[in-house]
């Protein structure tokens, strides 16, 4: 709560907040606040501007842009969410063992992370899409891949910094065995800073799923992601701005919003970790 | 002999949560051209907030400064930044408590120790300025000069790195030495190669040392005259050997008592100050220690005037 | 010496050695009887804190044993290994940070009995004596380590190491950055807490008034091996190893009458990677032959006073 209320006085933070909120419930209430289905077609009021019927207008197939966007919020979301909580924890165990296991274990860990971030991501997920194949699913798992080195670094790096600490050492004094140290004190030690770098990563993975879907190996049709909306939208833009007015503008809310309130969040967590402080 | 520094009615307040922290309230002390000055307290006293007025070194959540610092005569409170800055180092330098973070670890000990004499001498080379600071290290008892000079910080041991602090603020003949609890990171044999040190440099420097510590030992060891501090105020002052032989400040008596004295039986339990540190955000009225003091009585409510106890020795007590 | 029926806590030719080589302890013979306090003296780099961890089995002996009762613990199994944990505790140098930061204190507290299986409702109320004991108010226990004082840290870190009822602590510097107005009260209440518990304490320390003034024994150590050992009373006052005595005189004294013939020690303690050959204090000895630099004297003397040197000071006597 005392986090929350430092986010809130910083007027970035307040920012990043109330757009990370209105994309969250927009995104759970999607059915409740959507006008139309979100892939219910009218050929007849094609890329039509914004009207009483269509509060934002309509695509090329007559699709309600405004529906459209707020079930293209829960895939981008919920795409986001997904990738982000299983790479920090997959990450936070491989970082974690990485720091425990004999030489050999850490060495081979380390070098699997090495080998997936010498790709840049996006070229990595298109190659991996190549094998795997497009779908949510797929997506999910391979944005995933992706996005495990960074949190396993950090868990690794951290697990070895709080080992360092006399606290552990007192806990050893104690008796304590190994497991228990690990769980109770290195652990609780550690997520703070990761989740902080989770929350900066959800807008990263918005983007590469929007990007992927843009070059239509994400998201498959009919489900609507922001990214295809903007690639539709590019098509028929001499006809109408509105599909790229909307999809894009959603996708800079979401993604900047997300990112103000990560950074407000990482100053109220940890005020050593603000840059130039 | 002459009043060489004088600080004057020194008040220094800090910025905090609740308000004004009062750090140093209405300090008065002078010292002598030539002697040794040991300012003693506990922590909390202020005495290294005082030694970083001296400097004009204050954090930056000072709020206020009133009183005045003069060093002959030459008011530094007054001093705009700039002249205060070629004043450090020249004509006042210091000494720190911990070598390891007050030398840069990516330069070499010669690098430091010519930088240091730049703003003194600008007009001597490289050369010259290295060949002054080997000699300088050769004073201050380091063997083998030129190699310790191309050597880094991290290379040297812990005492050899506060030789070489001695001799980077003794390179510009400052007129005040300031050591700042310049021993206490050092192990019991060094800390005594050090203060025979400073012992031995005082009788062939021309300037003052003020030497601040937390003990006892060391300063009536070392110096010549001492200053006794309790949060925030000098509470006696005077000759060393008046000041330990006939101590008149109850704060000071009860320090004495806490010294662990080694021909005590064994057993016998230990002496403390009963109590804490008053609060220096709403300064109690009267005498800062009456609250802690055994012989504390109505008149304490009134802050107690520094009274003269003996030629030059002074405490502020209604009862000394 | 001792009473065989009191337990003993006791180190024989312990060496512990460090990767890279460092030989931090090389070489020591140590006892702890239970009711009785010890001091163990050093400079930086003496070995005395890797000494002391080896004691309660945070550092493996390389060579030579650490036992308790008779119990080699280097042979224990983990359960067993229990068994000395609850026997022999520490408090750390730094009791703030030897706490960790997410538990609040009253968890700290507890948690000594969940690591020993102890039955939490047996043993709090021995627990929550000794906090009274100390001075820790109720209210204090819902609080997070970084929200106390450091002299509370400092009471917190005794009562844990005091929760399962050892028979030895060893404080390692536990009067460091501390005041000498305050630190008497914390020596009291070691001296307190050993009467009460029949406690064997290892008082680990640089600090030379501490150790003459509250321990029985005395052991000086100097790059990893023991100088001299014995009764404090008879050491302090008549020193036979020069070592010893440079130290003694190295302690500033405020009263004049009482400062003694100094000798200052030159230079600085050496590096254990690469000791000095013979006699690990040769380079820095006022009184050194030839024999010394070669020749590495063995500790000699009676039960009162042992010293490692070739050419002792005077006795006193």
Known sequence: ?277 | MSDFLAIRDLSVDFAVAGGALHVLRDVSLTVVKGRIVGLVGESGSGKSTLALALLGLLPGNTSRVAGAIELDGLNLLSLPAEALESLRGQRIAMIFQDPMTALNPVFTIGTQLVDAQRGKYPRLGRQALLQRAAEMLARVGLSDPETRLAAYPHQLSGGMRQRVMIAMALLCEPEILIADEATTALDVTVEAQIVELIRDLSGAFDGSILFVSHSLGLVSELADDVAVMYAGKIVESGPTTSLFDDPRHPYTRALLSCEIDPDEAPGTPLVTIKGGLPDLVDVPAGCIFAERCPLRFDKCREEPPSVAVAPGHFAACWRA | MRADSRQVLETSGLHVTFAGGVQAVAGVDLGLAAGETVGLVGESGSGKTTLAKALIGLNRPSAGTVRLDGRDLTALKRADRLWLRRRVQMIFQDPLSSLSPRMRIRKLLAEPLAIHGLDAQHHWPHVQEVTKRLGLAEALLDKYPHQISGGQARRVAIARALATQPTFLIADEPTAGLDVSVQGDLLNLLADLQRQYALGILIVSHNLNVVGRITQRVAILYLGKVMEEGSTRRIFQAPRHPYTFGLLSANPVIDPHRRRARMLLRGEIPSPRNPPSGCRFHTRCPRVQDRCRVEEPQLAGDAEQRYACHFPLESAT
């Open chain 1, 1 to 277: 709560m005392e986090v929350l209320r430092r986010v809130w006085m910083s007027p970035s933070g307040r920012i990043g907040l109330i757009a990370t909120l209105l994309v969250v419930v927009g995104g759970l209430a999607a059915p409740l606040l959507a006008t139309h289905l979100p892939s219910q077609i009218d050929v007849a009021a094609r890329l039509t501007p914004p009207s009483s019927a269509h509060w934002l207008g309509t695509d090329q197939l007559g699709r309600d842009l405004y529906s459209r966007g707020l079930f293209g919020t829960r895939v981008a979301i919920g795409v986001a969410l997904a990738v982000t909580a299983t790479a920090l924890i997959v990450g936070i165990l491989l970082g974690v063992l990485a720091a425990s296991a004999p030489a050999p274990v850490e060495r081979a860990i380390l070098a699997l992370f090495d080998i997936i971030s010498s790709f840049p991501s996006l070229i990595l997920a298109l190659s991996l899409v190549a094998v795997l194949g497009p779908g949510l699913t797929n997506i999910v798992i391979l944005v995933t891949i992706v996005f495990v080195p960074q949190f396993g670094r950090i868990a690794r790096a951290q697990t070895l910094t709080v080992r360092q600490q006399s606290f552990i050492e007192a806990e050893r004094a104690l008796g304590a065995s190994g497991s228990r140290i690990m769980l109770r004190h290195v652990l609780p030690n550690i997520v703070g800073p990761i989740v902080v770098l989770a929350s900066m990563n959800i807008p990263v993975v918005i983007t590469l799923e929007a990007g992927l879907s843009f070059l239509g190996v994400g998201i498959r049709p009919p489900l609507a992601s922001w990214g295809s909306m903007l690639f539709d939208g590019f098509t028929y833009l001499e006809q109408s701005v509105w599909p790229v007015l909307v999809s894009g503008g959603m996708l800079t809310v979401a993604t900047l919003g997300f990112t103000l309130f990560g950074e407000a969040l990482r100053d109220a967590i940890d005020p050593k970790l603000r840059r130039g402080a």
